[in-house]
T-cell receptor, first 114, second 112 residues
Framework: DVKVTQSSRYLVKRTGEKVFLECVQD?????MFWYRQDPGLGLRLIYF???????EKGDIPEGYSVSREKKERFSLILESASTNQTSMYLC?????????????FGPGTRLTVL | SQKIEQNSEALNIQEGKTATLTCNYT??????LQWYRQDPGRGPVFLLL?????KEKRKERLKVTFDTTLKQSLFHITASQPADSATYLC???????????FGTGTQLKVEL
């Protein structure tokens, strides 16, 4: 069965801390994505990666960076967390078939920055 | 700019009725459209995909239509059940192994 896991379900950090969110998929997918989801704003793409060591900015990359050293793992980094980064963070992966691009999501990490 | 609109107001219906959710888009020529279900505190789960050259797709109690002239997709759940209560997201893709653009979702509540 397809599986995307995220390192934490809930996380509480302080302003200015460096935060790492980890995502692992076991489907050998090339594509991986990081979104944040806020009420009324829906899913917004932060960064995505279509191969190891490759990354592309999404719609809201400011304040975030990513790392993809291995195919199965995609990390989201908040260099200096701020309160406006309090949100639900969702990781997803997909196989780049060009026909469907169906995404498989992890359970999400609810991050609170105090 | 690309825009996807889903009704932000929750849809409340009675058990057994057909739920119909709408997804409208502008400034986009999608190769396909997908529908996802999201339960509270969980990640979205893929339900159905319909391609630009398809008018209708069915899967069990689910039916999706796609009108590229109206730039609209309708998502139907027949014989709805309380277990169908969730938020439903539409997503558009251009194809080519690319990313998706998601709507904000519509919350469905099925009451006994």
């Amino acid at each position: 069965d397809v599986k995307v896991t995220q390192s934490s379900r809930y996380l509480v950090k302080r302003t200015g801390e460096k935060v790492f969110l980890e995502c692992v998929q076991d489907m050998d997918h090339e594509n991986m994505f990081w979104y944040r989801q806020d009420p009324g704003l829906g899913l917004r793409l932060i960064y995505f990666s279509y191969d190891v060591k490759m990354k592309e900015k999404g719609d809201i990359p400011e304040g975030y960076s990513v790392s993809r050293e291995k195919k199965e793992r995609f990390s989201l980094i908040l260099e200096s967390a701020s309160t406006n980064q309090t949100s639900m963070y969702l990781c997803a992966s997909s196989f780049p078939s060009g026909l469907t691009d169906t995404q498989y999501f992890g359970p999400g990490t609810r991050l609170t920055v105090l | 700019s690309q825009k996807i609109e889903q009704n932000s107001e929750a849809l409340n219906i009675q058990e057994g009725k057909t739920a119909t959710l709408t997804c409208n888009y502008t400034n986009y020529s999608p190769a396909y459209l997908q529908w996802y279900r999201q339960d509270p505190g969980r990640g979205p789960v893929f339900l159905l995909l319909i391609r630009e050259n398809e008018k209708e797709k069915r899967k069990e109690r689910l039916k999706v239509t796609f009108d590229t002239t109206l730039k609209q997709s309708l998502f139907h759940i027949t014989a709805s059940q309380p277990a169908d209560s969730a938020t439903y997201l539409c997503a558009l893709g251009a194809g080519g192994g690319n990313k998706l653009t998601f709507g904000t979702g519509t919350q469905l509540k099925v009451e006994l």
